[in-house]
């Protein structure tokens, strides 16, 4: 939990706090808190438009949310696979338009990691809290409406600073290595040297508890919010200007040449 507050070359981010979740029922607690907020959320908003209209899924954003949410995973599965299988090697899966640039996996993906499931869990609650999607052009419900929700991806914000691993779910992968990998990492961040257009000020205590957690859990909370702050000063998010609501963009990623 941050503020954002302009400084005197920079914007600055100021992290207060890091509150850990360990429920999908703590998670919609959360988003029913009072107040206004904009979040950066690490998993994906929407899938390819190309596999939604193949399969004749709604096009509609937030009736697409609803339906894909509504599925069985294992019926979403077989999707997936049988879109993989029907593709040319090195060209199984489909992919948004933001996933590339960002460096990301596609949104489709069921393992290794598994972010088709990270949506499928979480997207269909946010919209359920009345949140404001301005990617997807929705503008959120009753007081919710100023807690608006953008898509974050930390690893493209980490390579620009470090190309190597600097986190694992593994605790024997844990190693020395990827903890200095997130010291270089939030170093640029407290910098202002991460590629964004706010830096991060955080306490030490925080510094250490980011820099020993070896999952990166905490030190990708932190970058979603920067990215978050960053996109939120850019004209309509940074946004590319032929958006496609349906499948969103990754905030703070550049929009390709058009």
């Known amino acids: 939990m941050g503020r954002l507050a302009d400084g005197p070359r920079t914007a600055v981010v100021h992290l207060d706090a890091i509150r850990e979740l360990h429920t999908l029922a703590a998670f919609d607690d959360l988003l029913r808190e009072p107040g206004d907020w904009l979040g950066g959320f690490d998993l994906p908003f929407g899938q390819p438009r190309t596999l939604i209209e193949h399969e004749g899924w709604p096009t509609d ?3 697409f949310v609803r339906f894909y949410c509504g599925q069985e995973r294992e019926a979403l599965r077989d999707v997936f696979r049988r879109w993989c299988a029907g593709r040319p090697a090195g060209d199984k899966f489909a992919w948004r338009k933001t996933d590339k640039p960002a460096g990301s996996s596609p949104a489709m993906r069921w393992t290794n990691p598994p972010v088709a499931w990270m949506m499928h869990a979480g997207i269909g609650r946010m919209l359920n809290a009345g949140l404001s999607f301005p990617a997807h052009r929705v ?3 009753g007081q919710a409406r100023k807690r608006i929700a953008l898509e974050a991806y930390p690893g493209f914000t980490a390579r620009q600073v470090c190309r190597r691993s600097y986190k694992s779910d593994t605790p024997a992968m844990q190693t020395a290595e990827r903890r ?4 270089a990492i939030l170093n640029a961040l407290i910098a202002g040297e991460a590629g964004l257009d706010v830096r991060l000020e955080v306490s030490a205590a925080l510094e250490r508890r ?3 957690d070896g999952a990166g859990d905490l030190l990708d909370a932190a970058i ?3 990215q ?5 000063r850019l004209p309509r998010y940074g946004f590319p200007r032929n958006l496609d609501p349906l499948e969103g963009w990754i905030a703070s990623v ?3 040449p058009s």
């Open 61 to 63: 954003w937030q009736r």
């Open 139 to 141: 503008a959120g419900r």
């Open 180 to 183: 200095a990998n997130r010291r």
């Open 210 to 212: 980011m820099i020993a």
């Open 224 to 226: 979603c919010s920067l």
């Open 228 to 232: 978050a702050a960053h996109a939120s």
């Open 254 to 256: 550049p929009p390709p």
